[in-house]
């Protein structure tokens, strides 16, 4: 399709276990965002990637929490140890050089048990 | 200091009817962008409208429009003609220019239409 997908839609895990969450942006897109969004704290900003970098880490709740992206597209959220409080939905965006608009795609909700 | 504040948690209108949705803002950024999306049960966050801090014109889409007040640091969404399939949350957003651009978003407000 032509938006950003997210995978899996739904992700339930065990406290301690590690989880991946893949974001496939707009074909062409160059900048990706990671967000969280959860009762508490509402929609939080994670980390951004220009390309393959990423110049801002400063949202990453913890160093359980680590990003990459590859070949300019396919970005993958990792958290280690999950714990309960890592519950929320994790949505993903990602913008062109020719708009400022981010584009979100569906989210993956985290349970943690 | 919230930099985006959405102080209707809740708001009804009647189908048909025009809603206004506040939105005030707080930057010292000179160079910014306003954006609304629209977030119904299902979860998808749907892009609606955006503004652009030198934008001399407020922003419409179809059915939306952006009452953009610079001075005051607002920028209102205004839906007209109110349809069933509105009601969802709605969340005001900020990009800041020198930040690393991504969005600041407020507490949201639910929306929901009455027939």
């Known amino acids: 399709g032509a938006g950003v997908s997210q995978s899996p839609s739904n992700k339930v895990t065990e406290k301690g276990k590690d989880v991946e969450l893949r974001c496939d942006p707009i074909s062409g897109h160059t900048a990706l965002y990671w967000y969280r969004q959860s009762l508490g704290q509402g929609l939080e900003f994670l980390i951004y990637?220009?390309?393959?970098?990423?110049?801002?880490k400063s949202g990453l709740p913890s160093d359980r929490f680590s990003a990459e992206r590859t070949g300019g597209s396919v970005s993958t959220l990792t958290i280690q140890r999950t714990q309960q409080e890592d519950s929320a939905v994790y949505l993903c965006a990602s913008t062109g050089r020719a708009t400022d608009t981010q584009y979100f795609g569906p989210g993956t909700r985290l349970t943690v048990l | 200091a919230q930099k985006i504040t959405q102080t209707q948690p809740g708001m009804f209108v009647q189908e048909k009817e025009a809603v206004t949705l506040d939105c005030t803002y707080d930057?010292?950024?000179?160079?910014?962008?306003l954006f609304w999306y629209k977030q119904p049960s299902s979860g998808e966050m749907i892009f609606l409208i955006y503004q652009g801090s030198y934008d001399q014109q407020n922003a419409t889409e179809g059915r939306y429009s952006l009452n953009f007040q610079k001075a005051r640091k607002s920028a209102n969404l205004v839906i007209s003609a109110s349809q069933l399939g509105d009601s969802a949350m709605y969340f005001c957003a900020m990009r800041e220019d020198r930040s690393a651009r991504q969005l600041t978003f407020g507490s949201g407000t639910q929306l929901t239409v009455l027939p």
């Open positions: 990637f220009q390309g393959n970098s990423a110049p801002d």
């Open positions: 930057t010292s950024d000179p160079s910014y962008g």
